[in-house]
């Protein structure tokens, strides 16, 4: 199997170590300057997707960055992208369905959900972190690694949770404890209300 990759900084390369475990066996990185190969794949530039697609690629933005993977994804959305999923990876009740009927998600070893949630495309999954039931994950979120959303959370688009935060549980389905669009919870973070579009907090509690 073929996949390119955008991006060749770290979480690139843990991206294609995915890659890796799950199968694709021909594996590209798509950097902004061609350089040496990165774990011996090859780096090209991005005027060479065409080429790509010619040749059967698939595709999947391996950028931490909730702006810059939505920006990747506005000049080349009619990609054939994919979703990464380690194998150690843990799904609650048709979970894992839910995820496979999106697309671009990234998801890390050990990371955990529970059920009923629902999914967007282009999300980021670090490792070990739990997404509990009910919760709304829009496009291009970042969950990082050890961070935890309770139950009835919604993280709207591009929401970025740093390493071991929590957001905690919201009050019913109908509200629900919510992260903005392009918000920032700092690493640590306890999350106790919602967190206005494009804002940044930190602290216990998040301020």
Not at 38 to 44: A, D, E, L, S, T
Request: glycine share 12%.
């Amino acid at each position: 199997m073929k996949l390119a990759i955008f991006g060749a900084s770290g979480f690139a390369r843990e991206t294609s170590d995915i890659a890796e475990r799950t199968g694709y066996d021909e594996i590209f990185f798509i950097g902004k300057t061609a350089e040496n190969p990165i774990q011996g794949h090859p780096v090209i530039l991005e005027e060479k997707v065409p080429s790509l697609v010619r040749a059967g690629f698939s595709f999947i933005i391996g950028i931490g960055s909730p702006a810059a993977r939505k920006s990747v994804w506005s000049r080349f959305p009619e990609l054939n992208y994919v979703n990464l999923i380690h194998p150690s990876a843990t799904f609650g009740f048709g979970q894992l369905e839910e995820v496979r009927k999106r697309t671009g998600n990234i998801i890390f070893a050990g990371a955990r959900f529970s059920n009923r949630i629902r999914m967007g495309n282009h999300g980021a999954f670090y490792f070990n972190c739990t997404v509990a039931h009910d919760c709304v994950m829009e496009d291009f979120v970042t969950v990082c690694p050890g961070a935890n959303l309770s139950g009835n959370v919604r993280l709207r688009e591009g929401a970025y949770l740093g390493v071991n935060s929590c957001v905690i549980q919201g009050g019913s389905e109908a509200e629900k404890m919510t992260v903005g669009r392009f918000a920032t919870v700092g690493a640590g973070a306890v999350v106790t209300k919602n967190v206005p579009d494009h804002r940044i907090v930190k602290g216990i509690p998040a301020k």
